[in-house]
Each structure stands twice: as structure tokens, then as C-alpha cells.
């Protein structure tokens, strides 16, 4: 099976040192095949989630003279702004591929959303083997790796919830995924990455669907 096409010279852009000349292979070069992988799994993970999901070119936060960390295609609904919207997202790095679903910033569904993963959160703690692998992103500067998240853990999951709602105005949002070493990212195919999207699956399925 071919792999999904993300290779050595795409993991190289991050070797740019002159941060806007990154940032411009970035844009030219990575976020188009990005875009290209997004399509090939689009109907796929709207599958996965019973919604129908629309790719689109993410874009991590930039600051000026600050070279970008990662490129990034999302999935989600709506190809409006994603604030306080959840989304699934394949991501490049410096060292990994990541396939992620994140909630960023604020909505009027961010207490529902806090409310149901509370609810859920014995539930989640014990699905064991799909969540092997988590690692808890929010508030990652796309340096070293998190550390596997204590995704058995019930007060893990609680911890989840309460970054969607935070008490005294903190910035709101979950960042939760899974990571592929560079070596091992040129081989996968289509198949590998919906697998681990499919792991992520009820997470996305119980923001969505929060009341």
C-alpha cells in the first residue's frame, strides 16, 4: 500500500534556521501536500465520525521572527474560524507526524463540552488499549514530546475537562493525539493514519454531540 506521500525533505523544512524563509517552504511546499493528504482522508474520517468533515489548511500561531514549529491540515464541520470548535488534525514537525483532535479558544459550547467529558470521564478512563498512546499537546511549544498522557486515570480526564472551561479566565482549549517518529511517518499509508484518527474517534464524537 502506498504511503501517504510525507517524506524526508518535508521534515526538513523545519532544519530552516531564517524564519521567514521557513515559514515561506512552508506555505510553497509542505502546506499544499498537507492539503493533498487531507482530501485522500477526508471521507474516510467522516466516516470514522458519522460528520461530514471539509480539510482545510491549519495555521499554528506565528510570531515575528519566530520560525514556525509545525504545518498543519484540520478537519472539521464548518470551514469557518475554528475557535472553540473541535477538530481533528494530521500535523508536521521537526521530528514527528501527529494525528491530534483539539478544541482552541472559546464558544458557547465550551461548558457543554466540559460538562459532557466530566460525564464521561470513568467511561474514558477505562477504554485502555486506543488510548495507549495519548499524549495531552495543550500548551506544547512543538519542542520534545509530551509524555504519554495517564489516559487510565479518571482524574486525568476530569483535568481534560476543566481546560475547556476554565476557572478565572484562563485561555481555554485540549490538545490530545498521537505521534509517529519521522522514520516511521515516510512508510504509513492512508489506512495507518485513519486508524489512529479512529482511536481518537469518541473523543471527537462526545464534544460534538455535547448537550
Known amino acids: 500500500m502506498a504511503g501517504i506521500g510525507i517524506g524526508p525533505g518535508d521534515f526538513a523544512i523545519f532544519e530552516i534556521d531564517d524564519p521567514d524563509e521557513r515559514a515561506r517552504e512552508i506555505d510553497a511546499r509542505l502546506q499544499p501536500r498537507l492539503l493533498h493528504v487531507g482530501r ?10 458519522g460528520r461530514e468533515l471539509v480539510p482545510q489548511a ?3 500561531p506565528r510570531r515575528r521572527g519566530t520560525a514556525p ?17 473541535p477538530y481533528l488534525a494530521l500535523s508536521v514537525t521537526r521530528e514527528q507526524l501527529h494525528a491530534r483532535i483539539a478544541v482552541r479558544g472559546t464558544s458557547d459550547r465550551n461548558l ?3 460538562r459532557a467529558m466530566e460525564r464521561e470521564s470513568g467511561n474514558l478512563a477505562r477504554r485502555g488499549k486506543p488510548f495507549r498512546r495519548l499524549r495531552h499537546y495543550t500548551g ?7 509524555e504519554i498522557a495517564p489516559a487510565g486515570s479518571t482524574a486525568f480526564w476530569q ?11 484562563r485561555q481555554a482549549g485540549v490538545d490530545l493525539g498521537v505521534a509517529w517518529p519521522r522514520e516511521e511517518a515516510r512508510s504509513l499509508a492512508v489506512g495507518d493514519v485513519l486508524g489512529a484518527f479512529r482511536d481518537l474517534a469518541p473523543l471527537y464524537k462526545l464534544l460534538v454531540n455535547a448537550q
Open 40 to 49: 485522500q482522508l477526508a471521507a474516510g474520517l467522516s466516516r470514522v465520525v
Open 58 to 60: 491549519g495555521r499554528s
Open 69 to 85: 514549529g509545525e504545518a498543519l491540515v484540520t478537519f472539521a464541520e464548518t470551514e469557518r474560524e475554528l475557535r472553540g470548535v
Open 112 to 114: 457543554l463540552m466540559r
Open 140 to 146: 506544547w511549544k512543538g519542542e520534545e514530546l509530551p
Open 159 to 169: 483535568e481534560v475537562a476543566e481546560a475547556l472551561s476554565p476557572p478565572g479566565g
